[in-house]
């Protein structure tokens, strides 16, 4: 579909016979690398002591999910320019970036619109708030009610667990819809966020919890995520190309709430009990 579009741009843009424009600079406000989070925020989303990084103990080694922050060219920066609504989304970037648009002094007169389709244009979020424990993904239990002294007990991973996230309703566009999402959570907390985190099996960690005599012992392991949730803005595209204007106008703009669960890649976050009943 996108190629098909690429296509036409080029067929239909060619007919004004202009030097092409594909430059790319530093992106400018709405599309440049993020900074780091506020203190403030840093604060909301600092890991507590439970929580341990097991990138270097992981027996599956997961790969980084860090989503590019595509550079608009300077045809991209112009034509975004020109839109009463805000376009963050990667993908229509993309297609843009590698749209050639040509002019000439001679083209009074010339007139062409190409539908580009219906795009999830922008995400605005709402709330951004940590889980730390979003699913159990291991028990590691030792019975110590016959013993004498303490017995020390410490994570051990019993068995692969694949710990998934996803968006909380079905909307159009689902896989757009979640890179944007998941930009904008990894930009406000710091965080390694992946929809997909893989925790291997025989992953350890030296941490030690001690099981006093005459009771039972729990080592509780949780796989952290984010909730973010928000609205996305939806519209039709559409390239008008009016003389030596290159203009992008978006219809029928609708908007949806929106949430999604993003686990935190390598952490685990453990909780330990003692009792002295089988739970």
Request: charged share 25%.
């Amino acid at each position: 579909m996108k190629k098909n579009l690429i296509i036409l741009l080029s067929m239909v843009l060619l007919l004004s016979c202009f030097t092409s424009v594909s430059a790319e600079k530093a992106p400018e406000k709405g599309n440049k690398k993020p900074e780091p989070p506020k203190q403030e925020e840093k604060a909301k989303y600092a890991i507590p002591d439970s929580v341990m990084n097991i990138t270097k103990e992981n027996t599956y080694p997961n790969p980084t999910e860090d989503l590019p922050y595509l550079q608009p060219s300077d045809l991209t920066k112009d034509l975004l320019s020109t839109s009463k609504v805000k376009i963050e989304n990667p993908d229509l970037i993309r297609l843009l970036n590698e749209t050639t648009i040509n002019s000439t002094p001679f083209a009074l007169g010339y007139r062409a619109i190409v539908y580009l389709g219906e795009w999830p244009l922008n995400y605005e979020s709402t709330e951004t708030s940590p889980n730390w424990e979003y699913q159990k993904i291991n028990t590691n239990y030792y019975d110590n009610r016959g013993g004498k002294s303490p017995y020390q007990i410490h994570y051990v991973q019993e068995q692969q667990k694949t710990v998934k996230g996803g968006l909380t309703a079905k909307i159009k566009n689902a896989e757009d819809v979640q890179k944007m999402m998941m930009l904008t959570a990894a930009k406000k907390t710091g965080l390694p966020l992946s929809f997909e985190t893989i925790v291997g099996a025989g992953t350890k960690k030296d941490q030690i919890y001690n099981i006093q005599p005459k009771r039972l012992g729990y080592l509780y392991g949780y796989a952290p995520a984010i909730n973010e949730k928000g609205k996305v803005t939806f519209g039709e595209v559409y390239l008008m190309l009016k003389g030596n204007k290159k203009l992008i106008v978006v219809k029928n703009v609708t908007s949806q709430g929106i949430g999604a669960w993003i686990p935190i890649q390598d952490h685990v976050s453990f909780g330990f009990v003692a009792s002295e009943r089988p739970r």
